[in-house]
């Protein structure tokens, strides 16, 4: 393993360690770990383990009565006020996908807090004491870590190892993805980012050539992707261009073969991805009498403006927006010239799913949360667009200027996490 190699997964460790000291602290301090969407996550696999159902009545009625020790507010009360859907049973308006993704650390909680009873400490082995707390948290923790790595390893392929690293950290730490990565790790944005970026890996380590098994991978990684976080099925833009573009060389060329060929795989992608998304299906049923559904729906509010989204917001604003975080803007205008200058078929799938996310977010409740959290599952994309600004940074100065430069937008970051967590 080369210096560079060892150099990146130090400061990946180190980011990990950092982490965890900062959920160990915040659950001293505050008194839990999993809290906000977290909640909405956890239950279903808290609720199937030690209930033997899914109705989150008294999930969210323990989570609405626990108190912070700092602030004395409840953790849940206004998240969770609990909403009845046509089943009887408690809404919850989160997918399934972020408590398959926290099975592992579950486990290991529940190992933990088992054992520790044998010793004969008194450990409530119930889902909701420390263990299951803080290994949640970790196990979140551990996917953006895996995540970065394999931007990372993405990233060498198209840039040298200096500015890919550069760029991933640079991104991961003047963006929102440091503060979900540290702070608020509960919620689902980490197992999203790590699902995104495993999926974009998986694509561009098979594109050249796809066997029918590596479809069939495809299809679940993309299915449990988008059960995790449904937004994130505007990733699937990339396997779309790609067989648009396989129809038009068969159209082109007048070759029956290469239809048939293209068409069997989409089905057999189609098919891996629903078959793989079942588990959500049977849960929309259980939950609200149908398979297919839409959960905010039940609350009557209508969280969507098509056709007014706030895209000048998400941009340009002074204060949650691109102008709030501006590695944001910096890394769409690298993208662009990626697109122009280096890579044109990459880059337009890239601007084109950033596109639609910013359209898609724009028409959502964006602002809610640190500042565009929304695109940490764009982390991937966004790192493309800053390692080409870091590229021509060291070609008309020096790669040091390139430190600078980061180490102010990082500055910025943290800066404005302190004011997020201390006076808003």
């Avoid at 796809?210 to 995790?228: E, F, H, P």
């Amino acid at each position: 393993m080369n210096f560079k190699k060892k150099y990146s997964l130090y400061l990946l460790t180190l980011l990990f360690i950092i982490s965890v000291i900062t959920i160990v602290a915040h659950y001293y301090l505050v008194g839990f770990s999993i809290y906000s969407d977290g909640m909405g996550y956890y239950v279903y696999l808290r609720s199937f383990v030690f209930d033997g159902d899914i109705d989150f009545h008294n999930e969210f009625l323990y989570y609405n009565t626990s108190l912070s020790k700092i602030s004395g507010i409840p953790r849940g009360d206004v998240l969770f006020p609990i909403v009845e859907t046509k089943t009887g049973l408690a809404n919850n308006v989160y997918s399934l996908g972020g408590a398959i993704m926290e099975i592992p650390a579950f486990l290991i909680a529940h190992m933990v807090a088992v054992m520790l009873n044998t010793f004969g400490f008194n450990i409530l082995v119930d889902g909701y004491s420390w263990p299951y707390e803080i290994f949640i948290s970790i196990g979140n923790v551990i996917y953006g870590i895996l995540g970065l790595w394999l931007s990372y390893k993405i990233l060498i392929r198209f840039f040298d190892e200096k500015k890919s690293l550069l760029s991933i950290i640079t991104i991961a730490l003047s963006t929102a993805l440091i503060y979900y990565l540290t702070i608020h790790t509960s919620v689902v944005h980490m197992p999203a980012f790590f699902m995104a970026t495993l999926f974009f890996y998986v694509w561009f380590n098979t594109r050249q050539k796809r066997n029918l098994l590596q479809w069939i991978l495809l299809g679940i990684i993309a299915s449990l992707m988008v059960m995790v976080r449904q937004t994130s099925a505007v990733f699937l833009i990339v396997l779309m261009f790609e067989s648009f573009e396989k129809y038009y060389t068969s159209f082109k060329e007048k070759s029956i073969k290469i239809f048939k060929d293209t068409l069997l795989k989409n089905l057999v992608f189609a098919i891996s991805f629903i078959v793989a998304f079942i588990p959500q299906f049977i849960v929309w049923k259980i939950l609200f009498g149908s398979y297919i559904t839409y959960s905010y729906g039940v609350s009557h509010v209508n969280f969507w403006k098509w056709f007014t989204p706030d895209i000048f917001g998400i941009l340009l604003s002074p204060t949650v927006g691109g102008l709030k975080i501006p590695i944001f803007l910096l890394s769409i205008l690298g993208l662009i010239l990626f697109t122009l200058k280096k890579d044109r078929k990459i880059g337009l799938y890239f601007i084109i799913i950033l596109a639609a996310q910013i359209y898609i977010f724009g028409a959502w409740l964006w602002a809610i949360g640190y500042h565009l959290r929304h695109f940490i599952e764009a982390t991937l994309l966004l790192s493309f667009g800053y390692a080409y600004l870091l590229q021509q940074i060291e070609k008309r100065t020096s790669f040091t200027y390139g430190i600078i430069f980061s180490s102010i937008l990082i500055i910025i970051n943290f800066i404005n996490i302190l004011i997020f967590l201390f006076f808003t």
